[in-house]
């Protein structure tokens, strides 16, 4: 299967507080996840990625883990900000790593 | 570099019209894909194509065709309209596959009557 799914659907938090937004991933040759942050009528834009040969990665106050044998990577926002407020979505490659396949989106709302 | 364009911003269609959406990119990227995004449905993969003169179905192909006759264009196009074709349509390219940074273009809203 090629399914891709998030939770939980929507997320509300403090400002100043960390958000987790987790994806699970159907295809075991997926080899690629990225994460992409789409503001109110934006373009979506890939915030950060991770590959199938790293556990972790990092950028500033985002990070994204992952869990190949359970299939599921999760996104971090620490220190979160008003400006942070968007629909987050997790993609999975599949097909021979050569397609994404995009889970249905997170909102995430910063509470200042 | 504009990166990646899309043409029109915003178009309303009757049922049965047909049309075709410009994408265009100039950061000579070889990978060229075009989604539909549906309110909780993320977003989805109609067409992919990874090079010039190669296109290839995505997860929703059907009432859609796509030609890359250049490395810089992906036009899509609907052959008759109808009102489940009603969505925001993205374009975006990436360097070389689809699993590296894809830069996508600033959409177009389509609205089938």
């Known amino acids: 299967g090629e399914n891709v799914e998030q939770h939980p659907s929507t997320l509300s938090v403090q400002e100043g507080d960390s958000a987790v937004i987790k994806c699970t991933y159907s295809?075991?040759?997926?080899?690629?996840f990225p994460w992409y942050k789409q503001e109110l009528g934006k373009r979506p834009q890939l915030i950060i990625d991770i590959r199938s040969n790293v556990g972790e990665k990092k950028d500033q106050r985002i990070a994204v883990t992952l869990n190949k044998t359970a299939k599921h990577f999760s996104l971090h926002i620490t220190e979160t900000q008003p400006e942070d407020s968007a629909v987050y979505f997790c993609?999975?490659?599949?097909?021979?790593?050569?397609?994404?396949?995009f889970g249905k989106g997170n909102q995430v709302v910063v509470i200042p | 570099n504009a990166g990646v364009t899309q043409t029109p911003k915003f178009q309303v269609l009757k049922t049965g019209q047909s049309m075709t959406l410009q994408c265009a990119q100039d950061m000579n990227h070889e990978y060229m894909s075009w989604y539909r995004q549906d309110p909780g449905m993320g977003l989805r993969l109609i067409h992919y194509?990874?090079?010039?003169?190669?296109?290839d179905q995505g997860e929703v192909p059907n009432g859609y065709n796509v030609s890359r006759s250049t490395t810089e264009d992906f036009p899509l196009r609907l052959l008759s309209a109808a009102p489940s074709q009603t969505s925001v349509y993205f374009c975006?390219?990436?360097?070389?596959?689809?699993?590296?940074?894809?830069?996508f273009g600033p959409g177009t809203r389509l609205l089938v009557l």
């Open positions: 975006a390219s990436s360097y070389s596959t689809g699993v590296e940074t894809q830069y």
């Open positions: 295809d075991s040759a997926s080899n690629y």
């Open positions: 993609a999975a490659s599949i097909h021979g790593n050569n397609r994404l396949a």
């Open positions: 194509s990874v090079g010039a003169g190669i296109t």
